[in-house]
Every structure is written in C-alpha cells, then in structure tokens.
C-alpha cells in the first residue's frame, strides 16, 4: 500500500478526482483545477493516470485534433460492465449495464426464490453468463455484480437475515459465491432497497430524503436519506408491509400478526377477496388486469388497498418528512386509483408542512428499478474514491 | 482565503487533525502519524499551529518536564463556552458549558414561547448575560449558541417554519439575533432534534440508528441515523405526535385532526382526563405526581398512553429500524408504567428482526438533554474541520 492511502484524505487523491469528472457531463484540466482547488500539476498528473487506466477518455470535437478549445474528459462508462439482478418472490429480471447503468442487455424470467439458493444462484450464474454473451462483453468485462432479494440482508457480508419468504437462504454467503464466481466485487441488498436507489439516481436526484414503496404480492419501503439508502440497525428498515393498520384485526398476516397493511392491501390479499367472492384472480397481476378492464370491485379493492397504504404512508410523512414518494412493483400498474387511494389519506392524515412541497408519483423506471439500482449500488463502490484510490495504489504509478 | 482552502480536501487539512485528536481522549505526535497517515513532519507542524491557537492544550505528567515517555495533548475544552438553551412552550432551560458539552452553570425558568420572541429573546439574551457571570466567563469567551425550540426549523437559517405552538416566530430570524448579540456562531433547531443529540452524544454513540422521544405535553420525536440528527426534507421529520391511532377518531386533536397520538397520549391529554373525572391534574407533571403517589387511575392511564405510544413506535420500528429509542420528557418521570406500555406494543407489533437488539430506555440526561445537545450541535460545527480550515486559513500561519 502507498503511504498515502491509508492517511484518509481520500478527498484529495485521485479517486477524488475521478469523481469530479464523473458528477460532470465532461470537463477539462482547467475546470478541474478551478473546481478541485488542486495545482495545475496534479490536475494533469492524475489525468495521465486516470488516462492510463482507461478510467476516462477524450471526448468532443478535440478528441483527434488536440487543438483549441482546451481537452475535455469524460468517465469511460464503456470501460467494463455491471451485471444485475433483481430476484422475486417468484420472478428475476437480471441485466448487463455499462458503467453508467445503462441497460445493455436485460431479460426477465419466472424463478422461485423458494427453490433455495443452491438452485437459484446456480440458474442465475448461467443466466448471467449467457446474457454477457448476448450483450456482446466476455466475462473479462465485469466490474462488479449487484443483487436484490426479496428479504432483509446483512449489507457488509452481502447475506440474508432471516428472510420471511426465502427458506434456505438465511444466512447463505450470497455476496462470497458470486464474488468468487465471476471475480468481481459482489453487493447483495433488498430488493426495495435497490429499486429505490435506482429511481432515486435516475429521476429523483433533486430530492435528498425519498421513499420507494414496492407494492406487489406484498409491500415494502425503501429509504433515501442525504442521497444515500437507510437500512438501519440490522438491515430491516423499509418493512412497513407489517405495520399494524386499524379496524381489520380480523385478519390474519403471513407473519403470524393481525391486521398487517400488506394483508389488508398487497396484491395477493386483493387476489384473494377477488376469488373468494367468485372473481378469478390469482395474483396482484390478475388484479391489475381486471382494474384496467374496468371491474367495478377490482377498482373499489384496489382504491381502498390505496387508503390503507396512504394511512401508513402519512405516519412515515410524519416521522420521516421525505420530498418525494414513489410507487412501484406489480400493483403500481393499476395506477391512479390506487395512487388516488394514497394522496387521498396521506393529505388528509400527515403534518400541514410534511405535505407542503411532497410529492407523490409512480416509478419511471418500474420493471427495471431493480436492475439499475443493484447496477449504480455497483457502480458507487467500486468507483468510489476510497476503492479507487486503493485500487490504484498497487499499480506501481504514484498515487498523488 | 488560502489557496487550499476550496479543494476539498478538509480529510487532510489541520482540521482533520484537531479532529483526531478530538476523538481519542490523548494522543501523541507518533500516535498522530500512525492513525493519520501523515507526516512526521506535517503533524509536528500542526501540533504548533493548534497549540498556537489555544485550541489544544499538552497533558500527563510531561506536561511540563517535556521528558519520556513522549507528550500527549488533548482538545483545549476550556478555550471557550458555548450558550445553550431549550426553550419549551411553558419552561426554558439555559446553561454555559465548556467545550467538552460539560454543563459549567444551568438553570430553569417559566418562560411562555406564546409571548413571542421579541419578549423571549430579550430575556434570553439577558439570562445568558448573568449567566456567563455565573460560570466566572465573559461574553468574549462565548465560542457559540445553540438553542432549542418546540417547533420546525429551517436549520440552514435558523428561522422557525409554520410552529404550531409559537404564535409570532414563523420565520423570525433567531440565529442571526443571537449570532449579532453574542458575535458568536448560532445554531437554532428544533427542541427534540437537540435532546436526540445530547442523548445520542452522551450515553448512546454505539448506535448509529436512535430515536429519542421527547412525551411531555405533547409527543415528539428525534431521529439520529448514522449518527446524525435527520431533519427530513422541511425539518418537519418526528413529528409523531401527530400520527394518527386506531380507536380514537372521537378525539379532537389541537391541530385539527382526529385521533392524533399527542391528543389521546400527551400529558395534557391524561391530565384533561383526570381533571374531567374530577382528579385535580393540571399538566403533564401534576399526572407524573399521581402516578408517584399510586394513584391507580393515573398509573391505568399512562400505562395505556404506554401502549398508544408503543403502537405508533412499532410502526417506526418497522420503518426505520432504530438500534435504541431512549424515551424522555416530562411523562418519563412516570418511569416503569410508561415504558411497560410502550415495551409492551412494540414488542408485539413490530417485525421480529426490528426487535431483535433493539434497546428501550429513558434518558440518561434527563431534563439537561435539550441543553447539552443544543452544546453538543455547536461544538461539532465549530469544531468541524471545515469550519477550523477555513478559520485558521485567515491568521497568516500557513494552512497546511
């Protein structure tokens, strides 16, 4: 290791560096000096070196000619690739991304969490291999790999904690095996997690405190706050699936409680009232088909599965005072009667000023916000300054 | 302003030094070289220009011999003192501390919020004046000011937003007062955002996720995660005294809503039961002296309050995972009913893993929390390395 690399200045090395031009479209020496502080010197020390690495690259119309205007430099997002995934309760969608997130190559596909992590890690490997293929990069390409699943995770060893729906895989080294398995840095998080990165990067990086509400078979919450995701003491934040919501303690939650909001108001408690009552609907998805047919019942169900996600979701305004919900999974598609549903008691219930600038939209990213979130939680580690700074430490150049 | 004042790079300026040496209760120069990574040379140099400026001070028994074993040095927490106060809608707590958050003179005093900060003001102005002469300090020693108050807060300006309970203050420039009559930095923020951090400052850094409820006349909350205070996207977040509990939508709540869990579980609700019922109670410490008594109606009464309490932090156990939650205020002094109640509901309700190590305590700090977190506030931005590069950029010894 450098002497350098362990003084924690990585704000001044050169992964810093890295990151300047990376928040910036494009940007030259001399924007470089004006906005890091940093000698002309180091500037284009660590320009060379970045160079060297194929971490950046020449761009716009002096790439070839070298002449007036000054050299501008861009992140190369070409220079490797991501491979995501983002596993359900009983389907996956996985993708290749460049370093920017951008999709390259993505296929989703029907597959049991239940089945086990021997099974399912070993479908998605094979899954993941062919898709590299068909994105035209080699296994050589990859820069990391990022993974939801559907449970809560312990996010430093990268494994499940306990996950209600995932038998099998409590505490199984999910991160160690697919790290070892395509050499490459691994991240395993849950999966609302990740999809609330993803929307959050992706459409909502004015907003420092946001909320993602996955509402599919069941419901869960991802958290942003100061841009970053909030998992809490043991990994378990987000779970307002089974917060208690009134006047339905008559029913009972997969989790052995009564009155759960996801056993009220998650799509598989909608299919379930649906078919009791002689209307065929098996899943959240029949659900929203029969909505967007016009069910008069489907409608009704799903604007009050709406109010009850608002009355949670007005206590989370409460307590949590975010700029922006979004919502997203399966039931998401029924649109606006169930956002209806949750505008309507999250005004009526939360704080005048908890509501004064909120706002409440659908997902933009919808089926992909898993992959691209698994793909940018990636991307921010390995090309953050400190495992960059380290990364470079050992490749005989000075680290400045 | 120096030239490397602007880089980014405080991590490695004299300010991260001062902070390293903030963090471990002495160190010395060999230390400072191996936990910074810096060198020799340039710790030496920084070591003159913090002693220079009073900011640290040598200690242990080398202190004047210079011999072996090799000179320790701490923070000077004697160099200045910091004003506190927590005002709260009927009763004000102020006190001068030294640089180490440690109260060197406090005192309490009835002082209405409702007589607008004109009035307050003044007399906190004067109040911190005598003060000062208490503790044997002048106004030229006062580092900072941190004050408290029961409402929202635009922390970036220090102005109150929209208070409920603070007729007159809406957007009334509290810090730039102070800051002009003490020439002093001024924090302002809400009253138990600073009882979060005082707690969390004081007796519980080995969380890095806390909340601190403030049950007094009405409820609140203190949100802390990664060891800092979240203020959500208005400072409108913990405003759980507002979120709405089953059962009760007879129950007009002071904001206008139905069944808000401060109108059916703040004092001032269990004292208008009692009194109803003819038990004189006039405020939340009149139900604590009843409850203290053995009075069986008042001991029912908060031990359900407990129970209201603990339903709405189930829910925030759920949602934000919290390692500890200290409960403080008034109503805390009503000890073990209250805190029965609140174990017992979420306990019951919250998910398993939410659970799992999750801590349920009163305040260590007790009534002092407001003020020594109002301390704690200051301290930490004064003493910040941004703050101390930028300070110390301007006195003509080289910012290195």
Chains 1, 2 share one sequence.
Request: with cysteine; glycine share 12%; proline share 5%.
């Amino acid at each position: 290791m450098a002497p350098g690399a362990r003084n924690g200045s990585a704000a001044a090395g050169v992964g810093a560096t890295l990151q300047a031009i990376r928040a910036a479209e494009s940007t030259t020496r001399a924007e470089l000096v004006a906005s890091t502080g940093l000698a002309r010197s180091t500037v284009a020390q660590r320009i060379e070196q970045l160079l060297a690495h194929d971490l950046i690259v020449p761009v716009g119309e002096n790439a070839s000619t070298g002449g007036r205007p000054p050299q501008a430099f861009a992140f190369n997002a070409q220079a490797g690739v991501i491979l995501a995934a983002d596993l359900g309760a009983t389907h996956c969608r996985i993708a290749v991304t460049d370093l920017g997130a951008r999709v390259l190559a993505d296929e989703s596909h029907d597959v049991a969490i239940a089945a086990g992590p021997e099974a399912v890690l070993g479908w998605l490997e094979d899954a993941f291999g062919t898709l590299l293929m068909t994105a035209g990069r080699s296994p050589a390409d990859v820069s990391g790999v990022g993974v939801g699943v559907p449970g809560p995770v312990e996010f430093a060893t990268g494994t499940p904690v306990a996950p209600p729906i995932m038998p099998g895989w409590d505490g199984y080294p999910v991160a160690d095996r697919l790290s070892r398995c395509f050499d490459a840095p691994t991240l395993v998080d849950n999966d609302v997690n990740i999809m609330a990165l993803g929307e959050h990067w992706t459409a909502c990086r004015e907003w420092d405190h946001m909320l993602f509400v996955k509402v599919g078979t069941g419901i869960g919450c991802g958290i942003i706050t100061d841009g970053r995701i909030h998992r809490g003491a043991l990994g378990a934040a987000g779970d307002i699936g089974h917060i208690h919501v009134p006047q339905h303690d008559d029913v009972l939650c997969r989790c052995g409680n009564q009155g759960c909001l996801e056993a009220v108001a998650g799509g598989a408690a909608l299919a379930a009232t649906l078919s009791a009552e002689g209307t065929g609907a098996a899943n959240a998805r029949d659900v929203v088909s029969l909505v967007r047919e016009g069910n008069p019942r489907a409608v009704q169900l799903v604007r009050q599965a709406g109010r009850e996600l608002g009355e949670v979701l007005a206590a989370s305004v409460n307590f949590f005072n975010p700029g922006i919900i979004v919502i997203g999974g399966d039931m998401a598609h029924a649109n606006e009667p169930l956002l209806a549903g949750v505008r309507q008691l999250v005004y009526q219930r939360a704080v005048p000023l908890g509501t004064r600038s909120l706002r409440i939209t659908r997902s933009t990213l919808d089926d992909r916000a898993g992959v691209v979130g698994a793909a940018v939680m990636l991307i921010e580690h390995v090309f953050s300054p400190e495992v960059v700074d380290a990364r470079l430490a050992g490749d005989g150049t000075p680290v400045v």
